[in-house]
């Protein structure tokens, strides 16, 4: 490196900067995306472009001929060139077709082995390219990755002492336990009710900030995917989970994933808690759950019971809670009404949350 | 006395390798050796001293070196290889085939002999030398079991001149000049760069104009095509096509550049990144090959192709004086590094002479 040093960090962030603009206010459009790839004219693409997506060109290239003009421009002797050439070509042409004819073959077969025109159509890396940004980007749109989740949690993620309550009933469940993993740990609320009674435990969360703020606590706490958190860790590694409001933000297939996970990782005997809103409630499940567009999909109650004993856990029961604010009045005479308006109650405001609750089989 | 001789197949004026040939001449000479230059071809204009490489096989002894300068293939390196002298060869990189193909196919079938030429080389040859660090690591690629890199030797005297005034004059007024000087060659990518010039004038500078110094002779298909494009782009008018120049003319578009840009994605070395350094004009470059380790952090070094960044990067170190002072004081800074005296006794110890 030279003793002049420039800032090379800051000048390409800055050019990005630049580029990002002007694709903002749409000078960057897809008008000039369109000349920068405009193909050099007169001609077939610089093969060393090809040799960026072999396969797409290859396709293409199979159904080319070789194209030849003998016509010379030369003055005065160009006829007389050309001329040459044709009689050339006519004496070659018999002993070319069967060098082409023995390539054409070798050509077809060749492809037909690596199925190149059955399977990929050309520019087949840019498509796959494209395909794969847009799928990134579905995911992405689909929990709506890009809200300020900072704003959310401050209008719709709960207040912290109403929080604690719920959390308080299942803090006793891990009494004397050394090392319970919170999942999707949050604030750390949850955390520091395990801490207060003295029992071992630590979170992981996927945003960076709530691990900021739990580590601020004196919390211990990683940023991770969940799933990705319990398959690295090591055989009964822990002494009991608890997971409140994960399971609904998660894909069906990779709720199972998770429980075989746990049922590698944790101690025998050990407590699994996972808490999610109340599917049998049709409040809930008309409004209340889509509150959250990071929500996927509602889980019945007998539902997530069953995923807990197929998988092997004992114990496993339900347990409602959260009862919800507006109800039917059941202080009804008619006791064939308040059995309707009872049900009626169970039926459309039964109570917005529901834990399943399960253990480790001993040894 | 014993003697150092030289030997590329093509000297021609004006061309890096060529004058890092004869600028090598005069030092073997200063330090006491007899020293000559031998090719097949002398292009006109070029040194009169020239000699035919057919002397060689009258006049070389076992203890003088031969020093074989390898850009292309050529059935002569075969025969001089064979030579009873101590044989070194200077690797200047060949240009890999895939970049002529449909294009040149002459040029791309030398391009296929080269590379095998160079490995049929290896077990004749007692050091093997890369003008660059990319060089070095493809000589060893290539089969080689001594090698060692040391750095084209340019005299940068030569261009303590005055600019030439027409070219000044022309470039005199517009705002926005892009330069890339090299031959015109597909693996230069000059295509890239009339796209980019594309985007500019859309979307930064409707003036700005695009300099492309260099011979067209060797690759009339691509030039043609390049012309086209820029007729397809709109910008026909904009890209400005020199051919070769003279020195002064060279330093006057050098001087006057807004910027030096290179998209090239093949360079053994890259002469010109450092002629721009030397001349105060601020360099902005894709990674690619050799350029990296010869600009070394004196230039803006794109780590991809994106020809909207690469535009947008020239607009910056044309208009922000900051940083344009900065990248041309790191230029300076850089090409002290290829002091000719200093390059002169690497070169000296290296050939053990």
């Known amino acids: ?363 | 006395m014993t003697a150092v001789h030289q030997f590329h197949p093509v000297l021609a004026p004006g061309d890096a390798m060529s004058d890092h040939v004869f600028a090598l001449r005069a030092r073997f000479r200063e330090w006491g050796y007899a020293s000559e230059a031998y090719a097949v071809e002398a292009k006109p204009g070029v040194d009169g001293e020239t000699r035919s490489y057919r002397e060689l096989f009258r006049s070389v002894r076992p203890e003088d070196t031969l020093v074989l300068h390898f850009s292309m293939g050529h059935e002569v390196f075969d025969e001089l290889a064979k030579l009873p002298a101590r044989r070194v060869l200077v690797f200047h990189n060949v240009t890999p085939p895939e970049f002529f193909v449909g294009l040149n196919p002459h040029a791309a079938a030398h391009a296929r002999l080269g590379i095998r030429q160079l490995q049929r080389l290896a077990p004749s040859i007692d050091l093997a030398v890369g003008v660059s660090e990319f060089n070095r690591r493809a000589l060893e690629a290539a089969g080689y079991a001594r090698t060692a890199c040391v750095p084209i030797l340019v005299d940068w005297s030569r261009y303590a001149i005055d600019p030439d005034a027409e070219v000044r004059a022309l470039l005199a007024g517009i705002h926005s000049k892009l330069l890339f000087v090299g031959r015109i060659s597909p693996n230069k990518r000059q295509d890239e760069l009339i796209r980019m010039l594309a985007y500019y004038r859309r979307c930064i500078d409707p003036e700005a104009i695009l300099v492309l110094v260099g011979s067209h002779r060797d690759q009339p298909q691509y030039y043609a095509r390049l012309r086209a494009l820029a007729d397809a782009l709109g910008v026909a008018s904009a890209v400005r096509f020199t051919g070769p120049v003279s020195l002064p003319q060279l330093v006057a578009y050098y001087r006057a550049a807004s910027c030096f840009v290179s998209l090239s994605e093949h360079e053994g070395f890259g002469v010109p990144l450092l002629e721009a350094m030397f001349l105060g004009a601020p360099v902005v470059a894709l990674d690619a090959a050799a350029v990296g380790e010869t600009v070394d952090g004196a230039a803006v070094l794109l780590p991809r192709k994106d020809l909207a960044e690469a535009a947008e990067a020239c607009a910056l170190v044309n208009e922000d004086l900051g940083w344009r002072a900065a990248l041309v004081d790191a230029g300076h800074e850089r090409v002290r590094a290829f002091d000719p005296d200093r390059t002169a006794r690497r070169t000296k110890d290296v050939l053990g002479l």
């Open chain 1, 1 to 363: 490196m030279s003793d002049a040093q420039v800032d090379l960090d800051a000048i390409l962030t800055e050019v990005r900067e630049r580029v990002r603009r002007k694709r903002e206010r749409g000078i960057y459009g897809a008008d000039v995306e369109a000349l920068l790839r405009t193909d050099l004219p007169g001609g077939r693409r610089l093969l060393s472009d090809d040799m960026k997506d072999p396969v797409g060109a290859l396709a293409e290239a199979l159904d080319e001929d070789a194209v030849y003009d003998p016509t010379s421009h030369k003055r005065v002797v160009g006829p007389l060139i050309t001329a040459a050439r044709r009689v050339l070509i006519g004496l070659l042409r018999w002993w070319m077709a069967a060098i082409l004819d023995r390539q054409e073959r070798i050509n077809r077969l060749l492809a037909a082995t690596y199925d190149v025109e059955g399977r990929l159509a050309p520019r087949f890396g840019e498509r796959l390219a494209r395909l794969e940004r847009e799928w990134r980007q579905w995911r992405e749109h689909e929990v709506a990755a890009n809200l300020h989740s900072v704003y959310f949690q401050a209008r719709f993620g709960g207040d912290e002492s109403v929080i604690r309550e719920q959390s308080e009933q299942f803090a006793g469940l891990f009494a004397g336990r050394k090392r319970v993993l919170d999942l999707g740990c949050g604030r750390g609320i949850f955390l520091q009710l395990l801490a207060d009674r003295g029992v071992g435990g630590y979170g992981v969360d996927m945003d960076e900030r709530m691990v900021a703020r739990c580590r601020e606590r004196g919390l211990e706490a990683f940023a991770q995917e969940g799933l990705a958190h319990l398959e690295s860790l090591p055989p009964r590694s822990i002494d009991g989970v608890y997971a409140r409001h994960i399971a609904e933000h998660v894909l069906p297939g990779d709720l199972v994933a998770m429980l075989r996970a746990l049922r590698r990782a944790l101690q025998p005997g050990a407590p699994v808690v996972f808490v999610t809103p109340n599917a049998a409630s049709l409040s809930v499940t008309g409004h209340t759950f889509w509150l959250d567009p990071g929500h996927l999909r509602p889980i019945p109650p007998e539902l997530f019971s069953f995923y807990l004993e197929v998988e092997g856990f004992t114990g496993v029961a339900v347990r409602t809670f959260q009862p919800s604010e507006e109800r039917l009045d059941e202080n009804v005479g008619d006791p064939k009404v308040r059995e309707n308006v009872r049900l009626l109650n169970r039926t459309l405001f039964g109570d917005r949350d529901y834990a399943v609750v399960g253990y480790q089989p001993d040894a």
